[in-house]
């Protein structure tokens, strides 16, 4: 009996060892889980949209092509096919998909924030360009202002599950095109050191920014050896025009080493085919249209192929960020974008919600998880947006955060090995225990491995939700705010730079 209790408590002391070695490998929530358990189209359907995205490029072709990159493409074997449209042959696409970038770090300003982009690891993030806040104290809409923008990133930086912090809202009280673009990179650097990204809007804004960069690294040339901010461009002007405006953003940006997020957001019905699948083939032929950009140029460099398909309400016309349609388009766009090997970019969570309710809590939910059981590297709207992209929430952001743990959770699944499947367990509680699963160690190892706890959901019985007055979601993450926006700001940028960076630009923060 003695030699058998040993060997019990001798296994129960591998079983702890095992349980501590797998809390670190799998914590219930983290970021950077692995997707791709989610396939919207079979392996027929997936090659045929991409037969059909191939036909695209090389039957129909690009127009209003900017000239330095008609000479790029024909020097490297393209041609004008007899629509007058610049054709990219089949062999050519698949070359530059061979050649381009399959992974790269973004990195943040402090290496802690780093991401590894592409292969099947999950992060979600931010866009978008909100000319609306939903203000803290009232609950109404108003003008974004720059001060709103500052806050905003302030918020993220202290937001486990959001990785990196694109610029969310336009500074509506910027009405000066190169001051909105200094003073949004100005914001974006002074409120987190997480990877950051932004757009502007001309080629020539780019290189004032990148010297404000180097500024805050301590020196010309530092953003080029760590680039922590990628630049987000719409190369493609749908259907199947390049924008000239963007191609010379992203030719200042390749100067400097800039990863570059290429986002191709048509609309079904409109800009694009209303069926999904024709919808598919097209903005599967626009993002790599996108790729072929960056590659004629600069083959390898990093680059995020962002098929972003959106949907309209045809009985309306208008832009709807929600629902299952607009869900499993992205995720297909994600299955397409892995297939090809390429770091993928999708968008989700745009909820058409106005208030921070029911309606804004399914429609995130929803988008988010079938676009992280996708797989997409990168996945962005995903915290704070509302009203169909008009509109930004500080309570959103803290409520979309948790909900992003709960999404991680959903993309690790879980583990099946001896120990959780958990036999012995089961034998000695039925046998010889106490009859229940309660406090034993195989219990207390699945407590903290296997389950999420979140901060802010309430599972309080009712009565004592009832005495604690009731709260909703919407006020406990209202204060959550309060909380984080009242800390000491992060002083990510020192007195000195900051100061000459205010002697240098028209700084408004």
Request: aromatic share 8%; glycine share 10%; proline share 5%.
């Amino acid at each position: 009996m003695a030699k058998r209790l040993q060997r019990q408590s001798g296994g129960r002391a591998g079983r702890i060892a095992m349980r501590q070695a797998e809390i670190q490998q799998h914590l219930p929530a983290a970021p950077g889980q692995v997707g791709g358990q989610y396939k919207p189209l079979d392996d027929k359907e997936l090659q045929d949209i991409l037969n059909a995205a191939f036909e695209i490029l090389e039957d129909i072709g690009m127009s209003e092509v900017p000239d330095v990159v008609m000479n790029q493409a024909l020097a490297q074997g393209c041609h004008i096919n007899e629509l007058g449209r610049l054709s990219y042959p089949r062999s050519f696409v698949e070359g530059i998909i061979g050649g381009a970038c399959k992974s790269f770090t973004l990195h943040g300003r402090d290496p802690k924030h780093d991401i590894e982009v592409g292969g099947d690891k999950v992060w979600f993030g931010t866009g978008g360009a909100a000319v609306q806040t939903l203000d803290l104290d009232n609950g109404l809409y108003r003008p974004s202002t720059v001060k709103d923008l500052y806050d905003f990133t302030r918020l993220v930086d202290r937001l486990e599950n959001i990785n990196w912090f694109t610029r969310c809202c336009v500074a509506t009280d910027i009405p000066d095109n190169f001051d909105l673009d200094i003073n949004t990179a100005f914001a974006l650097v002074k409120g987190t050191t997480k990877p950051i990204g932004t757009s502007f809007t001309i080629g020539e804004y780019v290189h004032p920014a990148i010297e404000m960069f180097d500024m805050v690294l301590g020196g010309e040339g530092k953003f080029k050896e760590r680039p922590f901010c990628k630049v987000h461009i719409s190369p493609v002007i749908s259907p199947l025009r390049y924008g000239e405006d963007a191609v010379d953003v992203m030719l200042a940006a390749l100067e400097h080493n800039m990863p570059i997020n290429a986002i191709i957001a048509a609309q079904s019905g409109a800009t694009a085919p209303a069926t999904p699948a024709g919808m598919l083939a097209q903005t599967t032929a626009e993002t790599l249209a996108g790729l072929i950009l960056v590659n004629l140029f600069k083959p390898g460099h990093p680059t995020i192929f962002s098929n972003w398909p959106f949907v309209l309400d045809l009985r309306t016309g208008a832009f709807c960020g929600s629902g299952g349609e607009i869900s499993i388009m992205n995720a297909a766009a994600a299955q397409i974008g892995n297939h090809l090997g390429l770091p993928t970019g999708v968008a989700s969570s745009m909820a058409d919600a106005k208030a921070v309710d029911a309606q804004m809590g399914a429609e995130k939910a929803l988008s988010a998880l079938a676009c992280g059981l996708s797989g997409a590297n990168m996945i962005y709207e995903s915290a704070g947006m509302m009203a169909s992209l008009l509109g930004v929430s500080f309570e959103a952001f803290v409520l979309d955060n948790e909900m992003l743990s709960n999404i991680h959770r959903s993309i690790r699944g879980f583990e099946v090995n001896t120990e959780t499947l958990g036999v012995d367990t089961i034998r000695e509680t039925v046998t010889t225990g106490e009859g229940h699963f309660l406090g034993g160690d195989h219990t207390m190892g699945a407590m903290e491995r296997d389950y999420y706890y979140p901060k802010l959901a309430n599972r309080d019985t009712p009565r004592e939700w009832n005495d604690s007055g009731a709260p909703d979601a919407w006020g406990g993450a209202r204060d959550k705010v309060r909380e984080i926006l009242s800390l000491e700001t992060p002083g990510y940028v020192s007195a000195g730079v900051e100061a000459a960076i205010r002697a240098k630009w028209n700084i408004l923060l």
